[in-house]
């Protein structure tokens, strides 16, 4: 459990809720009404949130970890000659990883690691930040799409599952461009102009098991690995 509630943790957590409230009050208002009025004022937000955090869950770790987030990786990959070439050199943490030999399985985890244990705890907080904003564009899609196939079950309401839809990869779209957009932005952040820093970043990596103690050569990178 995080020791204080920041932003960051609200909006991964609520922000799920609160958009599957919006829904639902939209398609039956009479109901969602009487629900808020039987579940009182404290027993009715904790419900909302505890449904965030189940949507964000399998979203994170399902949906996520083999679908959205290897997608956004491969356009970033196929979009920036770095990625793919060591003359140019990587352009994201993800890629700069995979250069430096961390296997294909444990980028994401190599990744995450450094963002949680090696990141001073303000870059962190902004880094946190920034992603949540992102998660928020995968929610709106997944709830969308959730909504268009309930919409589109009820047979005489295919125009408007269609509407919903398209509403809901408009925010895909944007998600995939803001993610890779993110971990361009934060390469910098986390792997340090400053060889000093890139020394102690690559020591941490290897006392972690990530790479070799060796200076291993550079090897371009190859596969399509998730991180968010």
């Excluded at 997944?142 to 839809?165: C, M, P, Q, T, Y």
Aim: glycine share 8%; with cysteine.
């Amino acid at each position: 459990m995080p020791k204080e509630l920041n932003l960051s943790w609200v909006i991964r957590y609520g922000y799920g809720g609160a958009l599957l409230y919006l829904i639902l009050l939209i398609r039956d208002p009479a109901s969602m009404k009487a629900y808020t009025e039987s579940a009182g004022a404290v027993l009715a937000p904790l419900l909302l949130v505890g449904a965030g955090t189940c949507i964000y869950v399998v979203y994170r770790h399902l949906l996520g970890e083999w679908l959205l987030y290897p997608f956004a990786h491969r356009l970033d990959y196929y979009t920036a000659r770095g990625n793919r070439d060591l003359t140019a050199g990587a352009v994201s943490p993800i890629w700069w990883l995979a250069q430096r030999g961390v296997a294909k399985g444990a980028r994401r985890e190599a990744y995450t690691a450094v963002r949680r244990e090696f990141l001073p705890a303000d870059t962190r907080k902004q880094l946190d930040l920034a992603h949540s904003e992102v998660h928020v564009l995968y929610l709106t899609f997944i709830e969308l799409f959730g909504l268009g196939a309930i919409l589109l079950a009820d047979g005489n309401r295919w125009h408007l599952a269609l509407v919903v839809a398209v509403s809901g990869l408009v925010f895909l779209l944007a998600a995939w461009a803001a993610d890779v957009r993110l971990h361009r932005h934060e390469f910098r952040s986390i792997v340090s102009t400053d060889q000093s820093k890139r020394d102690g970043l690559e020591a941490f990596l290897a006392s972690r098991g990530y790479v070799a103690r060796s200076n291993k050569p550079l090897q371009p990178a190859s596969g399509v690995d998730a991180a968010s």
